[in-house]
């Protein structure tokens, strides 16, 4: 998968924490039918990669992408059941690598300039920035481009991301997409809620489409 060129079309990852297998399909249903279909299945529950094989043989239009990817248990994981890349929240060289030798799209997350600087050495030209807001938002992140720009990388802020201020982030050219799990909130999801979830996805790509 050309993980800029899909990540770039779709605008806001649904960021997915699956604790009841029963909830993958009719969550992934909402947020496709919504607007959004590419998710990020997060590695934080044990059931993350059942929840993605599921998703991926029942939800038409879905790309499926492993979030919260930390250990090569997890990626091997991610892999066997389908999901087309991974996403990590921090900068592990070991598990970059892992991934570059498998094949596997990786996007690892940085929040220092640093940390950039040796995602960038071992070819990540695409990365998460977390947590976004807290780290310091667009500001933070366009003091961070003056350096690294000319280096072409794109990035994904996540963490503290919602809908009042997704269009900050989409008005710096650098960032190609946003992340966060306010579009599949846990009480949501916990009601089974779907047309709650739905209405939130097409929120979310209403913005993208006017960006
Ligand atoms: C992530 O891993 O991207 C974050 O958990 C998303 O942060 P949020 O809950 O603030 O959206």
């Not at 072409?152 to 997704?166: A, D, E, H, Q, Y």
């Not at 050219?173 to 916990?190: F, S």
Request: charged share 20%; net charge neutral; hydrophobic share 50%.
């Amino acid at each position: 998968m050309d993980m800029i060129s899909t990540m770039s079309k779709a605008g806001v990852i649904p960021v997915i924490v699956i604790e009841d297998i029963e909830k993958a399909v009719p969550l992934a249903r909402a947020l496709v039918k919504g607007g959004l279909p590419v998710l990020e299945v997060t590695f934080r529950t044990a059931c993350a990669a059942e929840a993605i094989a599921k998703i991926k043989a029942e939800v038409p239009g879905a790309i499926l992408i492993a979030g919260t990817v930390l250990t090569l248990e997890q990626l091997e994981a991610a892999k066997a059941a389908g999901a087309e890349a991974c996403v990590a929240p921090g900068f592990d060289p070991a598990i970059v690598k892992a991934a570059n030798e498998r094949g596997i799209p990786f996007c690892p997350g940085v929040a220092t300039a640093s940390e950039l600087s040796q995602a960038l050495s071992l070819g990540c030209k695409f990365v998460k920035f977390f947590p976004a807001e807290s780290a310091g938002g667009v500001k933070y992140i366009k003091d961070l481009l003056g350096a690294f720009r000319w280096t072409g990388v794109k990035i994904m802020p996540t963490g503290g991301v919602k809908l009042s201020n997704v269009n900050d982030y989409f008005a710096v050219p650098e960032i190609i997409c946003v992340g966060g799990t306010w579009i599949a909130p846990k009480d949501a999801i916990k009601a089974n809620d779907w047309a709650a979830i739905e209405k939130l996805a097409s929120d979310a790509a209403a913005l993208v489409r006017a960006r």
